[in-house]
């Protein structure tokens, strides 16, 4: 079997993986904020981690995925008011939206998506143990984790914690025993979610929430925690923290942190008014170009989306599928050597893994022998479906109104018309298939289509 290897960020270092139990590698990632549809900089680490999930199993065949909701937090508080429906009403409906999004990127279903408010208590039973062991004081209806007691918090930001001393400007709250504390429960307002507890009426913070339910649903320690690169201070150091006070051990063995999302060149910002929504983008382009541009870029390298990235993945998904459609027969269990994996094997080597689909697409188009070509696109389908592309039977359909039969006959019509030298009868056909948004191309391997679209 290929080993796999990933950059730890909690190591600094590319090191091979190695599972606590290879017959069921454990992996969780932080999941959206559900008060709106995610930007584009988040749907990047659901991509990116969908294709270690399509990896592992690949590799373990057992893999337990776990990809939370956040369900409660004073955005959502926010934007339920503002919109004057119950907070449940709002977070369902933007879990609603998000699923189907992350269907159009064909995203797989997470073996577990928990939500954080169906987890209170065991929230509250990693706070008491926090609190038993010292890790945790409540006071004026606030428990708050003492961060001075752990003598390695920053070993995954590696920062000191002189470092991260607020700065004057941030005012601290009077009741922290020291200002680097951070909340593990809070007291609610009036008018605010708010679950009782031993320490009165309130919510968590936000941070508990992972520690809770990664324990819950993979163990106190398991194997992979992923998660966007702006996630590892301070939220992913303080559910180190956390599962360290609580349980004494550390929480994932591998941490696994994709690049920031720039859109031309700049961060995305309210001021700038540059923010691309999911929902946004999907609505103009195909779920597939995304989810390839999306895996573009190598995870850890920051991506720079501009229009033309997105151009270059539509044309690409062009070529492959038009290749696709050249065979006659694809068959299932075809023999051969990965090197999709072996890319991917690779610290998630998501751009090599790509190109390999085009190498072989090249060899698609080179080839006149059909049984050649049916062997060819047979591996490309199955090399593809590793990185969750070409999945599906009607890419050139997608805005086109004719079916794929219907076009296909159309092109033995006019090769037809065209070898019986009537040029007239050829042209017409090809008008046609214009008319109906479909483009012929002649090369010396026969004619390819393709829609003219997005
Ligand atoms: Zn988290």
Request: hydrophobic share 35%.
């Amino acid at each position: 079997m290929t080993s796999l290897r990933l950059y730890n960020s909690l190591t600094n270092k590319l090191e091979k993986f190695e599972p606590i139990d290879p017959t069921n590698v454990r992996m969780y990632a932080c999941g959206p904020t559900v008060y709106s549809s995610p930007h584009i900089g988040n749907a990047r680490p659901l991509v990116v981690f969908d294709v270690l999930f399509r990896l592992l199993k690949q590799l373990y065949g057992n893999v337990t995925y776990v990809r939370n909701l956040t369900d409660v937090d004073d955005k959502i508080n926010r934007r339920a008011y503002e919109r004057n429906i119950s907070i449940k009403e709002l977070t369902d409906e933007v879990i609603a939206e998000f699923h189907k999004s992350t269907d159009r990127l064909n995203v797989l279903s997470p073996t577990y998506e928990p939500r954080a408010t169906f987890h209170i208590k065991e929230m509250l039973d990693i706070i008491n143990l926090l609190i038993k062991n010292e890790y945790a004081y409540v006071v004026e209806g606030h428990v708050l984790f003492r961060v001075k007691k752990l003598s390695n918090y920053g070993q995954l930001s590696k920062r000191s914690v002189e470092d991260m001393i607020p700065g004057s400007r941030v005012e601290v709250a009077p009741y922290k025993e020291d200002p680097l504390d951070f909340v593990l429960w809070k007291p609610s307002k009036e008018n605010e979610p708010s679950w009782d507890s031993p320490f009165g009426k309130g919510r968590p913070g936000w941070h508990i929430e992972c520690s809770a339910m990664s324990s819950k649903y993979l163990g106190r320690q398991f194997d992979i925690h992923a998660g966007g690169q702006d996630l590892i201070f301070p939220h992913h150091e303080n559910e180190i923290a956390q599962n360290f006070g609580a349980f004494g051990c550390l929480m994932a063995n591998y941490w696994v942190h994709n690049g920031l999302l720039l859109v031309d060149n700049q961060k995305m910002s309210k001021s700038l008014g540059n923010i691309i929504s999911l929902d946004e983008i999907l609505q103009k382009y195909d779920g597939e170009i995304i989810r390839y541009v999306l895996l573009s870029t190598h995870y850890q390298k920051t991506l720079n989306w501009t229009d033309q990235i997105v151009n270059q993945a539509k044309s690409a998904l062009d070529r492959l599928y038009g290749a696709l459609s050249s065979a006659t027969k694809i068959s299932e269990d075809v023999d051969f050597e990965s090197k999709v994996i072996a890319a991917l094997c690779n610290n998630l080597n998501t751009s090599l893994a790509l190109q390999q689909l085009l190498e072989i697409t090249d060899q698609i188009y080179k080839t006149d022998n059909q049984t050649e070509k049916n062997r060819l696109c047979s591996i490309l389908k199955k090399e593809a479906s590793i990185l969750g592309l070409l999945f599906r039977t009607n890419w050139f359909q997608r805005e086109a109104k004719l079916s794929e039969d219907e076009i296909r006959k159309l092109l033995d019509e006019r090769q037809q018309a065209k070898l019986a030298k009537d040029f007239q009868k050829a042209d017409e056909v090809r008008n046609y298939l214009l008319e109906n948004r479909i483009k012929i191309e002649d090369t010396k391997n026969g004619p390819v289509w393709k829609v003219i679209s997005d």
